[in-house]
């Protein structure tokens, strides 16, 4: 069959060669390939003939009138590719344009946004077009292009507006930056997150998300990503780490208004959560405390290993002690509870809505957008609000100067983000690692209702009178009263004037800026635990300035008929500013209810300052060179002055050389299936400069102690020799399509050696430094990228098309510091640490494992625990083997369906849930039957009916073990009687990652309202189903924060929620 | 058309010289580049002594390890769990980084203020060096062999390992020299010294008192070397309770003292009185238990299995004099140095006074330290299982058995003082993941970042293991 499909393409792209002259109208209707719909607006001249055009009505068709020669039409349409169609014996054309991104020739945006035919790169850039990042209506530009992109690794976290790791061919930096560097027509955006270092290592805190959030997914026309260091090396400096490249709409001709209007719903993936054990209530033991004879539950204990549920058995629960509960004072029987902690989620319910007029004319164009997005989380008291307001404008002054403006004002206002890590703001701890079976969460609800007060089921020793809250809050209280509040406000854009000096030269003056002010705001309301810190308030102010000052000189010439030239020489100054100021009220809150850093028990402790100043000035040029527009010869250089590092030292060249070969344009006459065909290979050395600050030595102040003024030093050695890491990549790649660019392929093998790292080497602390800066060590990525597209079906009616990207990225430390085979870069609760070994990936993780003998584990003499190494065994690697999407598309008239599924195979993450909440008896293994069919729980006895648990394992003699131990608290099943290596799983998933289902109404309906060009409506899901995953009762993506750090370990992980939403398109 | 090639060209080069006069740009305006070197010594101190009194289960499990205490709903370090908090490594850090380097930068930067005398900088580098020996004391009793000679020098990433008996030498002369150097009619650290205010005088008989306790430290191996410290340390050692080298910790955070933090402001009830030790003081019927703990319920003193999961309210809390932010902590008290000289008799060094005398005083002083009067001492002593000449046991154990109960608020001291002289008996719990620690493993980070040295290093000591003796643990 395929062979047959294979003879008759070839047949009919025969046929088509022959051309007729004469002169005649030719009409037709010209549709969107994808959805099969007319497109209205669409450009057509006859080639060769710019003045003899037309343009399609709003149903797509069009008709024109073609002199004698005309041997072919041009079809071109924003948005979509160029295509011609040749004048043939019939007077009807009728065409399906499609999207650009599936073009090969298309154009494509570039480093500095220079502009180039796909033709002339030579290296590895994937673009993406607005439509599909927005499809599923995700709010967040970045996650939307989650399993898009082969070699784009992007790593969301479940909490509401959290941080999503972007990283581009995998990390390259030990200590620095991984991230991808963004850069909305022209700004560079920041993409850190300003995270604490606690939070990202698994301590309490809040994930405030990254400042990528920032950008309005529906006024982005394309996404470019440029992968490797060849693509990015104008970038010199900050070029390490690939970019995303996002161009925004322009004002289209005439006036335009769209409007999308969007809700989903969600509600959380149980798959993803804990499930617990109905059998047996609180307690770290079998007993209950007594309150004048009655039995009383041990409240204080955060676990449940207690005594088995009893309905006939009445106990004095928490609730006995809460004034205002119906069970105040009342033994209540002792059963499970009803409503376990996954009926603490709600559905939640996020609104998107954004409308967007634009116009122009031959002088210029303009564009005003506004989003509003409201999205509101599955646990109480949660919501993010993102406002953006967006303009740009363009204007010709005269024939030879063009002048532009672009401004970007949002305002991200988060009230109530989820707790992450691990602490008692995180109730996802609570839930999976510290909870008592018999309480209810409805009930706690109903208690913190009567008085807003810290209602908690953990009171210290309610017997004794001591009503505090021990380790946890009432749930409801840490939502309502524990909140954070943050606002971000931020403002991005740039006004560039270009002047054509003649035809070949012309010259861009660009200034842009990105400026933000953020705050947050913390607290820990009176009557709070204060196990791990007394009632609080802190705030953080931040501001962050970035400036550059660009001038570019373009030019483009062909040489002769053989040779073309296309070239930039330019310069970047870029200045950037970061202040910030916190301050925490010190030793409690005086008075309830009152968040100020006034309302502080002890004197308050001078707020912490930092103010740092950055400033880069470069040097660049590019040229390329290309041969009959076959061969592509690419070169650039890029000189950074850097003031992060001293004179002498502070100036680096970063080169790049690229060559491209299009073989199919000496095909087309032998093997004309071949609709294209490109071989590239390219070489580049990039660069990513010091951390500020990292040269010079510093004190630290403390608080004086009476009259003693404190000082010490810092535990980080600064190095004033320190010199720029530099990145040396190559890559080499594939790209063709064949059958009238029915199906496609594009591979890239590249490789990246990343040396000179700068490093915070951990050294002995007996050196009196914990760490100290050096360049030394180098990492290296190497990796194939494979990405492909089959259109199986193409009808008049229904188009199929399949599209697919794997990445497979190895990572290895290569090497470190003299004689140093191992640095720590993180450790965790647990004895846990991500670390950089010698000839392993980066992150490994490292902690206690089993020892094993004859394969296998051994147990203790007393058989009560195994026996463990010590915590530098390597557990795991959270590097995944391989990455993978597919997205289908199916259209049918009106109707497209997409959905995507996402896939990661391999890496590992550690589960502290499972390794505490094991030990805590929540899950149901710990509470089944054991090898006797008895329950496991009930006392050991060494008789038939005996309880307790014989480990699996040898004893040190090898022999099996035999001996039969009771499965008590802190037992067997969770930390003390395992090591880590019991909790670290396999983070495979294969995930239904992204669904929509579209409909375009006919145009036939709308027209009867006139003015409404088209409406579409879609439903539209996300995260659907995970299809597979090995991680019990957790998401294997979840992680802590984005950048280094927490990468392949989980504390508190939150559940993943499965959204579905309803969106409106209406155009104008 | 050239005009504007030639504008934007030497704009271009305008642009880039810019960067060379920003020097600026890499300054940190918000830290200070410069401080006085009394400040860093300050430091030493404040550091040095929350280290030794906290009871942190991430850096100090002392007060377990020699069964003062039990815990409660989490057991794992009285279980000698030292992997999973890697309090072994928070030990190792706060000595070498919070103490030892700041004294090291101290001392370099003692000579650059310009306003102090010779005489007084001199004073003022003998006090950093006295501290400075007691922390190299404090991690040679913990670990054994560990960095020394090239320690404290961040060229040397990797510093080697030396014999702990060698710095013990090392340690006797640095004291001396210390000690010779201290000129009580100079001024010393002033107010930057917490602990005595610039006292010199003061700080003459603390470094003796530490000479004492060095000296009967390594008594059991190297007995001459003791004797001769000893004697020459014996008469300028602390003659009362108010002589005692300690720390007055304040009410606000963050300079409170740790275990304040961890009893009281954590709300949390982690900690209550072990069986073996609250028994003992029942036993005694000693005054000092109305201090140490409060009662259980029914009145009395009850200490709790230990190493078990116990129940807070079964058993005696700690004390409620512990619960005090302001609490000082203690580094080196005169009941303590009464001890010593009642050990140094037996033991046949010329300190002066009996065996007896020294004993009733150590005795006395430290139930006047808990707030006892001497009426309760005189008592307590006329006991015939506490008078010297009655109670049970050899030399060791009658005065192990009272030091044990005397050093209560120095939890780090204690351990060391049962590791030496084997008294009291204790016993490990029965879901022990080890034997009862006589030393601590060294850090995870030495094992990753100084692996060869401390590789060289757990061979010479007899393995890294919590069962290696230290030189001087001969019994």
């Known amino acids: ?1068 | 058309m050239k005009k504007a090639i030639v504008f934007s060209l030497s704009t271009l080069l305008l642009a880039t010289g810019c960067v060379d006069k920003l020097t600026e740009y890499n300054v940190d305006i918000k830290n200070p580049a410069a401080v006085p070197g009394v400040s860093l010594f300050s430091n030493a101190e404040r550091t040095l002594t929350r280290t030794v009194v906290s009871t942190s289960v991430n850096l100090n499990p002392f007060r377990l390890y020699v069964q003062y205490w039990a815990q409660t709903s989490y057991p794992q370090e009285s279980r000698y769990d030292i992997n999973t908090r890697q309090l072994n490594r928070a030990f190792w850090d706060a000595l070498y980084t919070g103490s030892l380097s700041n004294l090291n930068e101290a001392k370099k930067l003692i000579p650059n203020n310009q306003f102090a005398s010779a005489a007084v900088q001199k004073n003022q580098q003998a006090c950093v060096e006295i501290l400075a020996v007691y922390t190299w004391k404090t991690l040679v009793d913990t670990y054994g062999n560990i960095p020394y000679s090239e320690a404290l020098d961040f060229n040397n990433a990797q510093p080697k390992y030396d014999d702990a008996k060698t710095i013990y030498a090392s340690l006797f002369t640095r004291l001396d020299a210390a000690l010779a150097a201290l000129d009580p009619s100079a001024a010393g650290m002033g107010s930057a010294d917490i602990f005595y205010n610039g006292n010199v005088a003061s700080w003459i008989k603390f470094g003796n008192s530490l000479k004492l306790r060095m000296a009967l430290t390594i008594a059991d191996d190297d007995a001459a070397k003791a004797a001769t410290a000893a004697t020459q340390a014996a008469p300028k050692v602390f003659t009362q309770v108010s002589d005692k080298a300690q720390l007055q910790f304040v009410s606000a955070p963050p300079n409170t003292n740790p275990l304040w933090e961890d009893l009281v402001q954590s709300g949390r009830y982690d900690f209550i009185g072990a069986s073996p030790f609250v028994n003992q003081l029942n036993a005694l019927n000693d005054p000092r238990r109305a201090s140490y703990f409060k009662t259980g319920p029914g009145g009395g003193y009850v200490g709790a299995p230990y190493g078990a999961l116990n129940k807070y309210g079964d058993f005696s809390a700690p004390g409620s004099r512990l619960e005090d932010p302001t609490l000082p902590g203690v580094l080196l008290s005169y009941s303590e140095v009464e001890f010593l000289l009642a050990e140094a008799v037996e033991r046949g060094i010329a300190v002066g006074g009996t065996a007896t005398s020294h004993y009733n005083a150590a005795v006395t002083a430290s139930i006047q330290e808990a707030g006892g009067s001497s009426a309760d001492a005189a008592t307590y002593l006329a006991q015939p299982s506490v008078a010297y000449a009655t109670a049970t046991g050899t030399y060791k154990q009658k005065i192990g058995i009272q030091k044990w109960i005397a050093l209560y608020d120095q939890p780090v001291v204690a351990w060391t003082e049962w590791r030496r002289l084997d008294s009291p008996s204790l016993v490990k719990p029965t879901r022990a993941v080890s034997e009862i620690p006589l030393r601590l493993p060294y850090p995870s980070t030495e094992l990753s970042l100084n692996g060869a040295n401390r590789e060289a290093a757990a061979a010479a000591i007899g393995g890294d293991r919590v069962t290696t003796r230290i030189f001087w643990d001969k019994f």
Not at chain 1, 98 to 117: F, G, I, M, P, Y
Not at chain 1, 381 to 395: G, H, M, Q, T, W
Not at chain 1, 896 to 912: C, I, K, P, Y
């Open chain 1, 1 to 1068: 069959m395929r062979k047959h499909l294979f003879w008759v393409i070839l047949l009919l792209a025969g046929l088509c060669q022959q051309a007729w002259a004469q002169d005649r109208s030719i009409s037709g209707k010209i549709t969107d390939r994808n959805n099969g719909q007319g497109l209205p607006g669409v450009t057509i001249i006859v080639k060769g003939m710019p003045t003899v055009g037309t343009s399609t009505n709003a149903d797509g068709v069009f008709s024109l009138s073609v002199p004698s020669t005309a041997t072919s039409l041009v079809f071109s349409f924003v948005g979509y590719a160029t295509q011609e169609a040749p004048i043939t014996g019939s007077n009807t054309i009728n065409l399906a344009l499609a999207t650009d991104t599936k073009q090969l020739n298309e154009v494509v945006v570039t480093a500095l946004n220079v502009e180039r035919s796909r033709n002339s790169l030579a290296y590895s850039a994937t673009q993406i077009d607005g439509s599909e990042v927005t499809q599923a209506r995700n709010p967040s530009a970045v996650n939307g292009l989650s399993g898009k992109v082969a070699g784009l690794a992007i790593t969301q976290s479940n909490t509401l507006g959290g941080s999503s790791n972007v990283v581009i061919r995998g990390s390259k930096s030990l200590f620095g930056n991984n991230q991808a560097l963004f850069v909305i027509d022209g700004v560079p955006i920041s993409n850190a997150n300003t995270n604490s270092n606690a939070q990202q290592t698994g301590g309490s805190g809040y994930d405030y998300g990254n400042a990528a959030s920032d950008i309005n997914p529906d006024d982005i026309a394309t996404t470019t990503v440029l992968k490797g260091a060849a693509a990015t090396a104008l970038y010199g400096e900050r070029a390490a780490n690939g970019v995303i490249l996002i161009t925004t709409k322009k004002g289209r001709k005439g006036l335009n208004v769209t409007v999308n209007s969007g809700i989903t719903a969600g509600r959380i993936d149980k798959s993803t959560f804990i499930k617990y054990q109905k059998q047996y209530g609180a307690g770290y033991g079998e007993y209950f405390n007594d309150d004048n004879g009655t039995p009383v539950a041990p409240t204080a204990d955060d676990a449940s290993y207690g005594i088995k549920f009893d309905p006939t058995l009445n106990v004095l629960q928490w609730d006995a002690y809460t004034p205002g509960s119906p069970n105040f004072g009342k033994a209540t029987p002792w059963v499970a509870a009803a409503n376990d902690p996954s009926t603490f989620f709600k559905t939640s319910v996020s609104t998107l809505n954004s409308i967007t007029i634009d116009g122009g004319n031959d002088q210029g164009n303009f564009k005003i957008g506004y989003t509003n997005n409201v999205e509101r989380g599955v646990i109480p008291n949660s919501k993010v609000i993102k406002d953006i307001l967006n303009f740009s404008a363009a204007l010709n002054l005269t024939p030879k100067l063009t002048t532009s403006a672009t401004v970007n004002f949002s305002r991200t206002s988060g009230l109530g983000r989820y707790g992450t890590g691990y602490g008692s703001e995180n109730l996802m701890t609570n839930f999976r690692q510290w909870w008592q079976t018999n309480v209810d969460i409805k009930e706690q609800e109903n208690a913190y209702n009567y008085a807003n007060q810290n209602a908690t089921w953990n009171l210290a020793s309610p017997e004794t009178g001591n009503n505090a809250a021990i380790y946890w809050n009432n749930p409801y209280f840490v939502r309502y009263q524990n909140y954070e509040n943050d606002t971000r406000y931020r403002t991005f854009g740039n006004v560039v004037a270009t002047y054509k000096a003649t035809d070949w030269f012309n010259v861009l003056g660009r200034v842009t800026l990105d400026s933000y002010d953020e705050m947050q705001e913390e607290r820990a309301a009176l009557g709070s635990t204060t196990a791990s810190y007394p009632s609080y308030y802190s705030r953080y102010n931040r501001t962050y300035r970035e400036i550059n000052y660009d001038l570019i000189g373009n030019f483009k010439k062909d040489i002769n008929e053989n040779f073309s030239f296309q070239g930039l020489i330019g310069a970047n100054m870029r200045r950037q500013y970061i202040k910030s100021i916190f301050a925490s009220t010190n030793g409690g809150l005086a008075l309830p209810n009152l968040y100020a850093l006034t309302n502080t028990v002890s004197p308050l402790i001078a707020p912490t300052e930092t103010d740092v100043s950055i400033g880069v000035d470069g040097l660049f040029a590019n040229a390329t060179f290309g041969y009959r527009n076959r061969v592509f010869l690419d070169l650039t250089a890029r000189r950074d002055k850097s003031t992060t590092l001293i004179l002498a030292n502070n100036t680096f060249i970063y080169p790049s050389v690229s060559l491209g070969y299009v073989f199919s344009e000496g095909l087309r006459d032998i093997a004309p299936w071949v609709s294209y065909g490109k071989v590239r290979a390219n070489y580049a050395e990039v660069g990513q400069g010091a951390n500020p600050l990292s040269l010079y030595d510093y004190y630290i102040q403390s608080p004086a102690l009476g009259a003693a003024a404190i000082a010490r030093l810092p535990l980080t050695k600064n190095n004033q020799d320190l010199v720029p890491e530099r990145t040396r990549s190559g890559e080499v790649g594939i790209e063709t399509a064949f059958l009238n660019s029915r199906v496609g392929l594009e591979a890239t093998y590249y490789q990246q050696n990343t040396i000179n790292q700068i490093i915070p080497l951990r050294v002995s602390t007996a050196s009196g430094y914990s760490a100290r800066y050096v360049n030394s060590g180098e990492v290296r990525n190497r990796g194939i990228e494979i990405t492909g597209f089959v259109v199986p079906v193409q009808t008049e009616n229904f188009t199929w098309r399949l599209s697919a990207n794997w990445t497979r990225n190895r990572n290895e430390v290569l090497s470190l510091f003299n004689g140093v085979d191992n640095i720590v870069l993180a450790t965790y609760q647990g004895g846990i640490s991500s670390n950089a070994t010698v000839g392993q990936a980066f992150g490994s993780l490292r902690g206690s494992d089993y020892t094993y003998l004859n394969g296998q584990k051994v147990v203790n003499a007393s058989g009560t625990a195994y026996v463990m190494t010590n915590s530098s065994a390597v557990i795991g690697n959270p590097n995944p083997n391989w990455r993978g999407g597919v997205t289908n598309t199916l259209t049918y008239k009106g109707l497209a369906l997409t959905f995507l599924v996402d896939v990661r195979q391999g890496g590992q993450v550690f589960s502290l849930d499972r390794y505490y909440g094991l030990a805590g008896g929540l899950q149901p293994e710990t509470a089944g039957l054991n090898d006797l069919g008895n329950p496991s729980r009930d006392a050991v006895t060494n008789t038939a009916a005996s309880g307790g648990i014989i480990l699996p394992g040898v004893k040190a003699d090898g022999t099996p073990n035999t001996t039969r131990v009771a499965n008590d608290a802190s037992g067997l099943y969770g930390y003390g009687a395992n090591p880590n290596a019991g909790f670290v799983y396999d983070a495979s998933f294969v995930k239904l990652r992204e669904a929509s289902l579209g409909y375009t109404f006919p145009s036939t309906l709308t027209n009867r309202f006139g003015f409404v060009k088209g409406v579409t409506l879609s439903i539209v899901g996300r995260n659907l189903w995970i299809i597979h995953k090995n991680l019990p009762d957790a998401d294997p993506e979840e992680g802590l924060s984005s950048g280094n750090l927490g990468q392949g370990y989980q504390s508190g992980s939150y559940p993943l929620t499965r959204t579905l939403g309803a969106n409106l398109r209406l155009s104008f």
